[in-house]
C-alpha cells in the first residue's frame, strides 16, 4: 500500500551522515558543510533514533565508522539525494534542456577515440551538460557504476565488473605494431607462433594484459616480455625503437611513435577474435536523462 506520508528523517540527516562517513570525523563533515560539529553529532543522533538503528560507531582513535546498518543506509542515502538534486535540475530547466553532470568512465586506450566525439560533438549538443572524466582500469570500476560514482563507462568487453547495462559500439580485432626496419615489416601479416621467441612489449593494463596473454596461451605459446608499462603510447615509443614488437587492439590514424618513429600495423594470422567495445549504464536504477541521451549518442555514432 503506497502512502505519500513525508518520513520522520530528512535528506539534511543524510547528508550529514554521508559527509561524516565520507571524511572520517564530524568535525571533518562540520567544517566541510560550514556547521558545528555538534549539529553533525545530533543530527546522527537523531537519525539513529528515528530509525532504531545504529548506524555509526565514534572511536576517537578511528574516527566515524559506519556499522552494517549505516552502510546499507548509506547506500539508499546516496541514491535519494541523487534522485532529489535531480528533480531539482529537471524542473529548473528550460523547455526540457537537459543539464547537469555526467561522469564518464573510460579505459585510457579508447580515451583518444571516445572522448573528443563526446567532449566535443555531444558538448555542443547540450551545453548545460557539463562532461566530467575518469580515466580507469576496468579493474578499478568495479562497484564505481552502482554507487553512483560514475554514470556511464566506456570499456572492453572483456572482464565487464557486475552485471550492468550495455551495448556494442565497435569491435576490432588485435594487431601487432613493429617498428619500421623490423624483419618482419615486409611480411603481408605475421603468427604469434613466429613472435615468441622475440622480446615483447607489454601493454600491462586489464584486460589489455589478460588478452594479450590469452590469446599466445590459447595456442599453446608463452611469449618472452621484455618491458612491461601501463602507458599505451610508452609501448609504441619502445616499438618504434625497435626494442621489441607490441600486441594492441585500439588502431590510431597516427603511424608514428610519440617521438615521430614510423610504426608498422600487421594483422594476426590465423584471425584472432574481434574484441568488443561497449558503453556500460546502471542497472540497479534508472539513470538521468542527461545519462540516458549520452548512451544514446554514443550508439549512433560512426566510430570505426
Not at 546498518?69 to 534522485?83: C, D, F, K, Y
Not at 564518464?104 to 563526446?118: E, Q, S
Not at 618482419?184 to 621467441?197: S, T
Amino acid at each position: 500500500m503506497h502512502s505519500d506520508h513525508a518520513p520522520n528523517y530528512s535528506l539534511r540527516q543524510l547528508s550529514y551522515l554521508l559527509t561524516a562517513a565520507r571524511l572520517g570525523t564530524n568535525s571533518a563533515a562540520a567544517a566541510e558543510l560550514h556547521v558545528s560539529s555538534s549539529a553533525i553529532s545530533d543530527s546522527i543522533t537523531a537519525l539513529e533514533h528515528q530509525m532504531d538503528a545504529q548506524l555509526c560507531v565514534r572511536r576517537k582513535a578511528q574516527g566515524l565508522v559506519l556499522t552494517a546498518a549505516g552502510r546499507q543506509v548509506a547506500a539508499r542515502a546516496t541514491r535519494l539525494i541523487s534522485e532529489a538534486n535531480e528533480l531539482e535540475r529537471e524542473l529548473r530547466s528550460h523547455d526540457g534542456e537537459l543539464a547537469g553532470p555526467i561522469t564518464i568512465g573510460c579505459y585510457p586506450t579508447l580515451a583518444p577515440v571516445i572522448l573528443p566525439v563526446l567532449l566535443d560533438d555531444f558538448g555542443k549538443q547540450h551545453p548545460r551538460v557539463s562532461l566530467e572524466i575518469v580515466e580507469t582500469t576496468q579493474d578499478r570500476l568495479t562497484g564505481t557504476l552502482e554507487s553512483g560514482e560514475i554514470d556511464v563507462a566506456f570499456v572492453y568487453e572483456t572482464l565487464i565488473p557486475g552485471t550492468p547495462n550495455h551495448a556494442r559500439l565497435f569491435a576490432q580485432p588485435a594487431h601487432v605494431i613493429l617498428a619500421a626496419d623490423d624483419p618482419f615489416a615486409a611480411r603481408e601479416a605475421v603468427r604469434l607462433e613466429d613472435l615468441v621467441e622475440r622480446d615483447m612489449i607489454l601493454l600491462d593494463s586489464p584486460p589489455s594484459s589478460q588478452h594479450t596473454l590469452g590469446m599466445f596461451h590459447d595456442r599453446g605459446l608463452a611469449p618472452r616480455i621484455r618491458h612491461r608499462t601501463t602507458s599505451y603510447e610508452v609501448v609504441r615509443t619502445l616499438v618504434g625503437r625497435g626494442l621489441g614488437y607490441g600486441v594492441l587492439v585500439q588502431r590510431l590514424t597516427n603511424t608514428a611513435s610519440y617521438e615521430g618513429y614510423p610504426l608498422i600495423v600487421k594483422e594476426i594470422k590465423p584471425a584472432v577474435e574481434p574484441v568488443g567495445v561497449e558503453v556500460i549504464w546502471p542497472s540497479d536504477h534508472a539513470s538521468p536523462k542527461r545519462a540516458q541521451a549520452l548512451v544514446e549518442f554514443a550508439k549512433n555514432q560512426q566510430w570505426t
